[in-house]
């Protein structure tokens, strides 16, 4: 088995108009701030007035309740790929040290998957703009991963009906 590099790839440029959208989570590694039992997990990317990108996550938790958390990422770089992302009250995010990374590692060229990963390999999300994904197409994206070094032994394969958790769930909830 061959040693994984230092630091993960990530792509050489990513557009973010094209990024921006709707996102269905196929997987992921375990996220101590989301329960392994949520369900219909989605990821929702706009752009802001002072450039910084709107980051609106919602899923079903595990007693079948819709969440939400609102966050917001600001690209670094040039590439446009390695994101700081934090989902702290806006008057906290001043706040060093309270940014996440977020690296996009590799993204389908019409922009229907991606792969999203940390630098220290404990975090990694596999999405895409439908609810489902061929097991080919999972594996292949996988497979990079894992070449990477990340560990997928741990790796959580959300439920997804292709329901969005609407702003009138949210309300209602």
Same mark, same amino acid.
Request: net charge negative; proline share 6%.
């Given at each position: 088995?061959? /040693?994984?590099?230092?630091?993960?790839? /990530?792509?050489?440029?990513?557009?973010?108009?094209?990024?921006?959208?709707?996102?269905?989570?196929?997987?992921?590694?375990?996220? @101590?701030?989301?329960?392994?039992?949520?369900?219909?997990?989605?990821?929702?990317?706009?752009?802001?007035?002072?450039?910084?990108? @709107? $980051?609106?996550?919602?899923?079903?938790?595990?007693?079948?309740?819709?969440?939400?958390?609102?966050?917001?990422? $600001?690209?670094?770089?040039?590439? @446009?790929?390695?994101? @700081?992302?934090?989902?702290?009250?806006?008057?906290?995010?001043?706040?060093?040290? /309270?940014?996440?990374?977020?690296?996009?590692?590799?993204?389908?060229?019409?922009? /229907?998957?991606?792969?999203?990963?940390?630098?220290?390999?404990?975090?990694?999300?596999?999405?895409?703009?439908?609810?489902?994904?061929?097991?080919? $197409?999972?594996?292949?994206?996988?497979?990079?991963?894992?070449?990477?070094?990340?560990?997928?032994?741990?790796?959580?394969?959300?439920?997804?009906?292709?329901?969005?958790?609407?702003?009138?769930?949210?309300?209602?909830?």
């Amino acid at each position: 088995m061959s /040693t994984p590099p230092q630091v993960i790839a /990530t792509v050489a440029q990513l557009d973010l108009d094209r990024y921006l959208g709707a996102w269905f989570e196929i997987c992921r590694l375990p996220l @101590k701030w989301e329960d392994a039992q949520a369900r219909d997990i989605t990821a929702t990317y706009s752009l802001e007035a002072d450039g910084s990108i @709107k $980051v609106d996550n919602r899923c079903i938790d595990e007693d079948g309740k819709p969440d939400q958390a609102i966050g917001q990422a $600001v690209p670094t770089g040039a590439s @446009k790929a390695r994101l @700081k992302v934090s989902f702290l009250p806006q008057y906290l995010r001043w706040l060093p040290f /309270t940014k996440g990374d977020y690296w996009v590692m590799q993204v389908a060229p019409d922009y /229907t998957v991606a792969l999203v990963g940390t630098p220290d390999r404990a975090n990694l999300w596999l999405l895409s703009r439908t609810p489902n994904l061929s097991d080919e $197409v999972r594996g292949d994206y996988l497979s990079s991963a894992a070449a990477q070094g990340f560990n997928l032994a741990t790796l959580i394969t959300p439920l997804q009906s292709g329901n969005v958790v609407s702003d009138a769930a949210l309300t209602r909830a």
